[in-house]
Structures are given as structure tokens and as C-alpha cells.
């Protein structure tokens, strides 16, 4: 057993078992969890190593790349310029991005971006991870791809494009990088510790990914199952563990795969959307803008990721919500987003809620890692105790 550093409120005791039993039960090698409630950490524990060999300690201000958990703050910064008036979610992408009505996607909205509805799942000529590193060439064979489906009908996981889509819009709109915009507007004022494109000084403090137990034979046939849209947002290029640890990976912008953090960066920047746009009594979002973050799309079977779930999910612009699968706890209106291999961000406005969980042992699947819902489980059984946790009603 690891030692366990950090603190808990004794409410949340539950918390630090789920935690603690990650490592004794489910093979946790290094991780930290927050758990913020109306923007007051009443957990932020860590513990492990930060290395395969157990040579380095996971400390408190340890790094770590979380995969798809990055997609939120990646969102936020395009909710930040539509409460600015400066993006219209409705407008076609082209007003802001003229090359992108190539090959028929003229009337291809914003918010089918933020969505994953805009059938730019990923590309369909071969992509170099040369390339991937390449932002111009990257967004000028996105915008010059023919969709995979008609855009706005159905939801298909838009794993690596994401970043790009709706970065590339946000730096034509402000002039700046995704993740400068990130730092300026977000991060930077509010003292977060979460970059796209992690600066060559934090290196020292990034966590080792270690590969998950290798796939059955029966997940091996599924993945050569996925249909052709599937194959190219997920594996075109292909990345994974060894391509994450390397400094050019970690350098790079990638927004939709590649943002380094803290457990308590992730949290603070769902808590954004926890707090109706607030964070610790700071304003970011107007309240309007935050609940838009959750504005369901349509529930529906998703094209890429929907092979491997037995049911239908729905994405609001820009997180998923919890749903009847309840992903972030039992408020079906909760949102959050999960990282390949099993990180999280979530964000309960109802429960005035925001967690961050992050880790470096990879696990098998793209959501609901049992780490991460054992720790979104231990939460809420904490709020249901007398005296957990007084709330507002859904507004």
C-alpha cells in the first residue's frame, strides 16, 4: 500500500477508501483525485509513483498527460469567446474559417463541432504523427475532408480532430494558440495548473504512462470490427503510451489528446461549469454560457464509440451528459469527460460538484475506467449521509 498524502474532510472518508483501494484492488500505480464541492476542495489526495520502476513519488504538483479529459477546457475556451459575442454557436464554421466549407461542408455549424456531429471524425487520407504535429497542414486536410456522415444528424467521437476544430476556430477568432488562449484567458488568472503544449520547464514533473494488461483476444476482434469512421478517428494516426511519454508528443498542441495536469486542474476547470460559471467566487462564464456547456444535441447510438456501448449516450456542446448510464454520478444533467485509459473531469452544477481524477496506469477502455466509478460512487454516497451536502435546486 502507497502512501496516501493530501487531505480529506472526514465526510469524505469514503473517498480516501475508494481511493486507497484503487491501488490495493485495482492496480493503481499513480494517481491523485479532487473533489471540489461549490469550489472548496474537500478532498485532493495523491499517492503512488510516477514512474513504472517506483523510482519517483507522485507529489503533490506531478503532471500527467489526460488523453480526452483535455476536450472540456478545450470547449470552455469557445464558450469563453461565444459569452464574449465574438463566436455564434449557430453560425456556420466557414464565417470564421472560410477553407473549411470545402467538399460540402458550407452549412456545417459551430455546434456541431463542440458535438462531435460535424462527421470530421477524423481523416481520410493516411496521417502522419509527423503530421498530427503539424497544426496548419493538420487543419487544412480537416477542412479540405469530405464528412464521414451527414453533419448534425448522429454524434460520432471526434477523438483526435476535436482539438483542432474547434481550436482552429478559436485561433482565428483571438489571433492565439489553443493553448495560449488557455493560459491567458483561463489558467493563468486563475493560478491552474493545466497546459496544451506543456513548456519544457514542467518536464521534470510528468508522470510516466504505463501501458494497460494487454487487450483479449475478443477486445483484439472488436477493434478490427470498427468500421472505416472509426478506424480513422481513433487510430489515424495511432498514438498510445509509448508515443505520449516522448518530449515531442508532450510539446505539442494536441488539445483534443494531449493536455497535462493535476487532479486539482482538472477539477478546477470542470468546476467552472459546477459553479454556473464561477470558480471559488471568481467569475469566468456568465451563467447562461455555463449551462450551455450541458445543452443536450440528441441522444443517439454514437458512430464511432458505439460498437462498444450497450447504449445510447448523448454529448452537449462540448462534455457528455451522465445520462441513464449514469457516467458522472446519478443527476442525469451532470457532465463530464473521460480520458483514454481512465482519467475524468466532472461537473454537477445541481450538486454544486466538480471532480478531477488522473492517474498513469493506463486501463483498458476509453470511459468509465472502475477507478474512476469508484471514486464518482464514494462522492456521492457521501452527499446522500444527513449533513453531507445542503443544495440548491436544478435551476
Not at 22 to 34: I, K, S
Not at 132 to 159: K, N, Q
Not at 272 to 295: D, M, T
Request: proline share 6%.
Amino acid at each position: 500500500m502507497p502512501q496516501i498524502q493530501g487531505h480529506c474532510d472526514e465526510r469524505f472518508a469514503g473517498v480516501r477508501e475508494a481511493f486507497e483501494r484503487n491501488f490495493t484492488e485495482r492496480g493503481e500505480l499513480g494517481a491523485a483525485v479532487t473533489v471540489l464541492v461549490d469550489g472548496t476542495p474537500v478532498a485532493d489526495l495523491w499517492g503512488g509513483w510516477a514512474d513504472a520502476a517506483g523510482t519517483r513519488r507522485w507529489e503533490r504538483d506531478t503532471l500527467v498527460n489526460v488523453w480526452s479529459t483535455g476536450k472540456g477546457p478545450m470547449a470552455l475556451c469557445a464558450h469563453l469567446l461565444a459569452d464574449r459575442g465574438l463566436l455564434d454557436l449557430d453560425a456556420p464554421v466557414a464565417a470564421y474559417w472560410p477553407e473549411f466549407a470545402a467538399a460540402g461542408k458550407g452549412s456545417v455549424l459551430v455546434r456541431h463541432l463542440l458535438s462531435h456531429r460535424a462527421g470530421l471524425a477524423g481523416l481520410r487520407e493516411p496521417h502522419t504523427l509527423a503530421e498530427l504535429y503539424d497544426w496548419e497542414l493538420t487543419c487544412a486536410r480537416l477542412a479540405a475532408t469530405e464528412p464521414w456522415w451527414e453533419p448534425g444528424t448522429r454524434s460520432g467521437y471526434h477523438a483526435l480532430s476535436y482539438g483542432f476544430l474547434v481550436g482552429e476556430v478559436v485561433r482565428r477568432i483571438s489571433g492565439l494558440m489553443p493553448g495560449e488562449f488557455l493560459r491567458r484567458e483561463i489558467t493563468g488568472p486563475l493560478g491552474i495548473d493545466f497546459t496544451f503544449g506543456l513548456p519544457e520547464k514542467d518536464t521534470d514533473r510528468v508522470a510516466e504512462l504505463v501501458r494497460a494488461k494487454p487487450l483479449s483476444d475478443e477486445g483484439g476482434e472488436h477493434f478490427a470490427r470498427l468500421r472505416p469512421v472509426a478506424i480513422a478517428s481513433l487510430a489515424n494516426p495511432a498514438t498510445g503510451v509509448a508515443v505520449a511519454n516522448t518530449p515531442r508528443w508532450r510539446s505539442a498542441e494536441i488539445p483534443a489528446a494531449n493536455g497535462h495536469g493535476t487532479a486539482r486542474a482538472v477539477a478546477s476547470l470542470y468546476g467552472i461549469v459546477a459553479g454556473r460559471g464561477s470558480l471559488a467566487g471568481r467569475r469566468v462564464l456568465s451563467e447562461r454560457a455555463a449551462e450551455r456547456v450541458r445543452e443536450g444535441q440528441g441522444s443517439c447510438r454514437d458512430l464511432v464509440l458505439g460498437p462498444g456501448f450497450a447504449h445510447d449516450t448523448e454529448i452537449g456542446l462540448g462534455l457528455w451528459l451522465s445520462g441513464p448510464n449514469r457516467s458522472y454520478g446519478p443527476n442525469p444533467a451532470a457532465v463530464g469527460h473521460d480520458g483514454a485509459g481512465g482519467s475524468c473531469g466532472l461537473a454537477d452544477p445541481e450538486a454544486g460538484v466538480a471532480l478531477g481524477y488522473v492517474m498513469n496506469r493506463m486501463g483498458t477502455g476509453i470511459t468509465d475506467d472502475p477507478r474512476k466509478r469508484a471514486l464518482v460512487e464514494a462522492v456521492y454516497a457521501a452527499l446522500r449521509r444527513p449533513g453531507g451536502r445542503p443544495r440548491n435546486p436544478a435551476r
